[in-house]
Nanobody
Framework: VQLQAYGGGLVQAGGSLRLSCAAS????????MGWFRQAPGKEREFVAV??????YYADSVKGRFTISRDNAKITVYLAINSLKPEDTAVYYC????????????????WGQGTQVTVSS
């Protein structure tokens, strides 16, 4: 089972990015799939998750980030708009068979991170 995340980069404040996370090795259509991030010197934090047709976001990203998924492609996306310097972090995709496990920060699978750097 692998989660492959990509799409990070260096952008100016106010810019946009779209992160993608492709899964292989298992059908994740019934899994909670989403994103966490870890900024330098900080703990990893929840960003967004897609679960059974619903989406949930951290308060800090509501209105700016949009999570979506394509179950046929077993891929989850994170559209990031109005980027701020404080969004600078390594973004990790993750998948869990349990919504609660995902929200506790203990998903079953982690992808490698993709770096997002926002310059002011």
């Amino acid at each position: 089972v692998q989660l492959q995340a990509y799409g990070g980069g260096l952008v100016q404040a106010g810019g946009s990015l779209r992160l993608s996370c492709a899964a292989s090795g298992r059908a994740f259509s019934r899994y909670a799939m989403g994103w966490f991030r870890q900024a330098p010197g900080k703990e990893r934090e929840f960003v967004a998750v897609s679960w059974r047709g619903d989406t949930y976001y951290a308060d800090s990203v509501k209105g700016r980030f949009t999570i979506s998924r394509d179950n046929a492609k077993i891929t989850v996306y994170l559209a990031i708009n109005s980027l701020k310097p404080e969004d600078t972090a390594v973004y990790y995709c993750a998948a869990a068979g349990s919504f609660n496990r995902f929200m506790r920060g203990s998903p079953d699978y982690w992808g490698q991170g993709t770096q997002v750097t926002v310059s002011s």
